[in-house]
Structure formats: structure tokens, C-alpha cells
């Protein structure tokens, strides 16, 4: 009954994704193919060649279609043949949409995201090769860190903001870049405050190494302490 079906130019609904039009019919030596088009998503119309049964049942996926976490998808690229680089891209996204993530909180509750075309692990993989730092023999061996605060902005991940470097120079620079910034700490128990710029140095003296956990609103308090970063500005060197 279903060979009856005319479907050259009708449009159907995949059950896991959107919309496709059936283009024309394909002969083939393991029996007859179509050309469906997927509606628009992301700027791509996706083309693929499937059989009548899938179009008719709907079983059909758009690489395309935004299905993890709502808003990032693999594109037409296996990812088994790019392990070490799609275990990068998925706790990029992982982190920045997934509120389940541990580290959820200092990254997508802060508002950091991910520039839209990285949103799609094909074109991620593509770009990757094009980053300072990029090597393939190290990357194979799981050396290179995925950095977007040593030249960037750290708000997003994009080709512009992102390098790749070793996990020791990551560190390095982060703390670097903790120990410079200024903070504020406070005595709950009768508002004593100090003035700080070295995490380190201050876990030491409370002997808690949750100082940087409070500083990234990870928890509250630590010791009977609450910590805040503060501009240079608000420093009163007379005190």
C-alpha cells in the first residue's frame, strides 16, 4: 500500500528532528533511494538519500538539528574516528549549557557560551587545526588544553578568543592571572576585612583551599570568611 504513496515534493516530519521535503527518486542497484532535503536550521539545508519506508515512518536524522542539550548538534562527521578532539568540544558545551555539569556553575551560570558555529562539532574539528598551539601528534596524545582566557575576552568560545596549550601553561597563566586580581575578604563574625591579591597566600594563613571556590561563587563561605573580587580602584592604601 505504501508504494502507492506519491512523496516526490511533499514535505514530512522526522520523529527526532524537523521538517524535510522528498527532492526526487534515485535508482539504485539495492533498490530505489530518495533525495530529501531538510528545512533550513543553522543556515544549512542538509541532503540525504534514505529509502521510502524512513521517510514514511519518520526515522530520519538531520546531523544538523540541535539535539544535545537544545542547542548543539554533531554535523556530518564521525565521531569515532576524532575521539580526543570531540572530548573537547563536548566539555566545551557540557560546561556552558548542561546545569548538571560540576562545572556549570563558573562557566555557563556566568554567561559564558560558545560562538554559534562551534555550536556544531563538525565545524569545531574544522576550525581546530587553525588555532595557535595546534599540533597533531599532541593533540593525539590528549596534551593540548583548550584555553579561551589567555588571549581572549573569557566570555566565549570562539576561533578568535581560543588557543591550544599545554595543561601546565594553563595553569601557569591562571594563576598568574588570580594571583594579580584583587579581592576583599571579610570576617562574618564581626565584619573584619583584609584586602588581598594572592589566593595562595591567604588559604594558607585560614588554612582552607576554598578561597578561589568562594571567589567563583562555587560556595558561600569558608573558615567563617566571605570573598569578593573588587577593583584596584576601591583599594584605600592609607588603611
Known sequence: MNNKIKII???F?????????????????????YLIEFDEINGIKHQTTTEKKHILSGGIKNPYFPLKLGVASIGNI???EHVKEFNKWRAMIDRCYDINNNHYNTYGGKGIKVYDRWLCFEFFYE????????DEEKMKNGELYLDKDIIGDRKM???ENCILTSNEENLKEMNKRTKQ???????????YEEI???QSE???KINDSNVSNCLRGVQKTCRGWKFEYINEEEINYEN
Do not use: H
Request: a positive charge; proline letters at 4%; charged letters at 35%.
Open 202 to 204: 591567604f588559604a594558607r
Open 9 to 11: 515534493g511533499q514535505k
Open 127 to 134: 576550525d581546530l587545526k587553525q588555532l595557535k598551539g595546534y
Open 196 to 198: 588581598c591579591n594572592n
Open 157 to 159: 568560545y570562539s576561533p
Open 13 to 33: 516530519k522526522s520523529k527526532m528532528c524537523n521538517e524535510f521535503t522528498v527532492l526526487e527518486k534515485i535508482p539504485n542497484k539495492k533498490g530505489v533511494k
Open 78 to 80: 564521525n565521531t569515532k
Open 181 to 191: 586580581r584583587w579581592f576583599k575578604a571579610t570576617r562574618i563574625i564581626d565584619g
